[in-house]
């Protein structure tokens, strides 16, 4: 983590939330007590900051400041609000495709993602601020700079991000092994929404209740699953061939 990218200290963090400073996610030591925490829950919680909780040797780790048990990392880009997003992509001549990433956790492989989204001609990346991989120095990096490209999203809920798409006119597509369609076998050339899961667990099986479609890709290996930024990436050039 860079430190130009980090600020900690409670107090400083408190002050970074309530002045509207763009907060990725608050590291904070576990059993934590007292009044200023407190007024740190309350702020993170009142303007939906991303937090957990990790051990003290981690904060030592990211800052060899006196970090008093909590460390911020600060996003290097800007966020967008998904409403306005969608209207914006709506009123150009192209075709829309959006990216939704359920709780990817790992930053890197959120970094390649972008990196491919970009590369894809993906509209814009939607993802929930809780639980979701930081936009952190390894992020941007990894992204080859295609973060700075490329607007995202945070959601309180995927759910409800679907639920707008849908209304919009935009189909969901969930990527996972559990149906029996194939990727190659869908019609991609339509306003999409693509969505990727966790690296663990794939897509939560509430949102696969809810998308209009779900596909899969073929697996001739012994190994049954792929890296989902590589997954990823074989989904959206698919819809990149069918669109040509």
Excluded: W
């Excluded at 590291?27 to 829950?41: H, W």
């Excluded at 006196?66 to 880009?77: D, E």
């Excluded at 001549?93 to 890197?108: C, G, H, N």
Aim: glycine share 6%.
């Amino acid at each position: 983590m860079e430190r130009d990218n980090q600020i900690f200290g409670i107090r400083a963090i408190i002050e970074a939330i309530q002045s509207k400073t763009e907060i990725d996610k608050v590291f904070l030591q576990k059993e934590l007590q007292g009044d200023l925490i407190k007024d740190l829950m309350k702020a993170m919680k009142q303007n939906n900051v991303n937090f957990s909780y990790v051990p003290v040797e981690k904060l030592n780790r990211l800052t060899s400041g006196n970090h008093q048990g909590a460390v911020a990392t600060i996003s290097p880009v800007s966020f967008h609000d998904l409403e306005t997003l969608i209207e914006t992509v709506l009123a150009k001549e192209k075709t829309p495709l959006f990216l939704i990433l359920d709780q990817l956790s790992d930053a890197r492989n959120f970094g390649a993602i972008i990196r491919t989204a970009e590369c894809t001609g993906v509209d814009g990346i939607i993802v929930q601020k809780q639980g979701s991989a930081p936009v952190n120095g390894d992020t941007v990096k990894t992204s080859a700079g295609a973060v700075f490209n490329v607007p995202i999203c945070k959601v309180d809920h995927i759910k409800d991000a679907i639920f707008h798409l849908q209304g919009s006119g935009i189909k969901t597509i969930a990527a996972t092994e559990k149906t029996d369609s194939n990727i190659y076998d869908l019609t991609l050339n339509e306003p999409l929404a693509i969505i990727m899961g966790s690296e663990d667990r794939g897509v939560n099986p509430s949102v696969l209740k809810i998308v209009d479609e779900k596909a899969k890709l073929p697996m001739y290996g012994t190994i049954e699953s792929l890296n989902v930024s590589v997954a990823c990436g074989a989904f959206l050039y698919e819809v990149v061939r069918q669109r040509q």
